[in-house]
Antibody, heavy 121, light 107 residues
């Protein structure tokens, strides 16, 4: 069964850092791109960052560029999101989502359950 | 960035109703448009991609149409499970954007 399981969320002060993890199973991790998508409380969806299946390409939304870094550990089938210089507007549920098909096109067919990040003093 | 605008923001309907949601893009994205359903407290679920292609195991009462900058999601006969929020998404570029959502609520 294909699964994505996020962890690492929590309460952090403005300016602080947090690292999210997305442990995957049930598909060939190095063949499919995976992205992070977030949802502020009561708001819509915002694509945040993505990494190609090969790991050779990374992409970021303008709102997080220079503050967030996406990476992965292929033997562990795990994707990470290192979040630095956090702001109140980064407060959201962070989902990892698998891209449909062996492309980089951000169409998401499987999602994790999400992990909540709260940035507050 | 490509802006996506959905209408209406909220839609009140009854079981059995035909429901239509519209999504407009700020520039042509054809056919790279998807629709997702999100029930409260759960992750989004892919319903339709490439504007009109139904994802596997999605009921046939859901359909999508449109091209260029204007797209619609139609539910032919609303079922109890369909009360949820629906999002359109353009994936014409890797900097993907979503609409603000349409909540389908009980009338």
């Amino acid at each position: 069964e294909l699964q994505l399981l996020e962890s690492g969320g929590g309460l952090v002060q403005p300016g602080g850092s947090l690292r999210l993890s997305c442990r995957t199973s049930g598909f060939t991790f190095t063949r499919y791109a995976v992205s992070w998508v977030r949802q502020a409380p009561g708001k819509g969806l915002e694509w945040v960052s993505g990494m190609s299946g090969s790991g050779g390409a990374t992409y970021y939304a303008d709102s997080v560029k220079g503050r967030f870094t996406i990476s992965r550990d292929s033997p562990k089938n795990t994707l990470y999101l290192q979040m630095n210089s956090l702001r109140g507007e980064d407060t959201a549920i962070y989902y990892c989502a698998k891209i449909r098909g062996p492309t980089i096109v951000p169409l998401f067919d499987y999602w994790g359950q999400g992990t909540l990040v709260t940035v507050s003093s | 960035d490509i802006q996506m605008t959905q209408s209406p923001s909220t839609l009140s309907a009854s079981v059995g109703d035909r429901v239509t949601i519209t999504c407009r893009a700020s520039q042509s994205i054809s056919p790279w448009l998807a629709w997702y359903q999100q029930r409260p407290g759960t992750a989004p679920k892919l319903l339709i991609y490439k504007a009109s292609t139904l994802e596997d195991e999605v009921p046939s009462r859901f359909s999508g149409s449109g091209s260029g900058t204007e797209f619609t999601l139609t539910i032919s006969s609303l079922q109890p499970d369909d009360f949820a929020t629906y999002y359109c998404q353009q994936y014409d570029s890797f900097s993907s954007t979503f609409g603000q959502g349409t909540k389908v609520e009980v009338k």
